[in-house]
C-alpha cells in the first residue's frame, strides 16, 4: 500500500488530529484494548455510501497518524475535489488493529463532515453555472475546522470569503449602529483600514444599498432583501 507522505500533512493538521482524537480516545480505546489481542492486523476502507465530492482524506490521515504513527499505511485513492459514485473506495488504512479502531470514529466524522460540504456546495455551484455568479461561504463554521471547512467548499468548486477578521473589512449592521451608520463607517474603514483591503457593507434595504454605492463601498452584502 502506497502511503501518503508525512510531510504533506502541515503542522497545523497535525494539531487539530490529536486535539480531535484525544476528545474521544481520552485516557484509552478500552473496548479494543480488553477485545483484540494487541498483535491484530487489520485494513480498513472508506467507501461511499451515495454519489460525493471527495474532502477531508488528509485529515482522515493525520488522524491515523496520531493514532499509531509510522506502523499505519494510509492509501488515498481520489483527490481533493474529485466526485465519486456510490460504493466507490476513497482510502484504505493498514497496520495494527488497535489504533485503526481508536482513530476510525473520528476520521471518519471528518470525511463525513467535509465530503458533506464539498458535495452540498458543488450542488449550489452547478444550479448557477453559466450566470457568472460564484458560491461563496461565510465565517459560520464549525469552531476549529474553518480551514478544513474552507478547503471543502473550494472542493466543491465554491468560493472562500473572508478567512477571518483580519481578512477583509465587512462592516456590519452592529457596526453600522456603533459608527454613525453607512456613509460614517465606510468613511472610516477608507480613512483608517490597509490600502489593500476591500470595503463590503451588509445592507438591509435599497436605500441602504444606494447610500453604500455612493459612499465608496467595494461590495455590498444584501441581508433578507426580498
Do not use: C, Q
Request: charged content about 25%.
Amino acid at each position: 500500500m502506497d502511503d501518503l507522505k508525512v510531510w504533506r500533512l502541515p503542522a497545523a493538521l497535525l494539531t487539530l488530529a490529536r486535539a480531535a482524537l484525544s476528545e474521544d480516545v481520552g485516557r484509552g480505546d478500552v473496548t479494543s484494548v480488553v477485545t483484540v489481542p494487541e498483535e491484530t492486523r487489520a485494513r480498513a476502507r472508506f467507501v461511499a455510501r451515495e454519489e460525493l465530492v471527495v474532502s477531508g482524506l488528509d485529515a482522515a490521515w493525520a488522524v491515523f497518524l496520531e493514532a499509531g504513527g509510522e506502523n499505519l499505511g494510509f492509501a488515498a485513492h481520489a483527490n481533493e475535489g474529485d466526485r465519486l459514485a456510490a460504493g466507490s473506495v476513497l482510502a484504505e488504512v493498514e497496520g495494527p488493529a488497535r489504533p485503526i479502531l481508536a482513530a476510525e470514529r473520528v476520521a471518519l466524522n471528518l470525511v463525513m463532515r467535509l465530503s458533506g460540504i464539498a458535495t452540498f456546495t458543488a450542488r449550489y455551484v452547478e444550479a448557477v453555472a453559466g450566470t457568472g455568479a460564484r458560491i461563496t461561504d461565510t465565517r459560520k463554521t464549525t469552531p476549529g475546522l474553518r480551514l478544513l471547512e474552507k478547503a471543502a467548499v473550494r472542493a466543491g468548486g465554491g468560493t472562500n470569503h473572508r478567512a477571518g477578521l483580519d481578512d477583509g473589512v465587512l462592516i456590519k449592521d452592529n457596526h453600522l449602529a456603533l459608527a454613525g451608520g453607512v456613509t460614517e463607517a465606510v468613511r472610516r474603514a477608507r480613512t483608517d483600514s490597509p490600502h489593500l483591503l476591500k470595503v463590503e457593507v451588509e445592507v438591509e434595504s435599497l436605500e441602504m444599498l444606494e447610500e453604500a454605492l455612493h459612499a465608496g463601498a467595494d461590495a455590498v452584502l444584501l441581508e433578507a432583501i426580498s
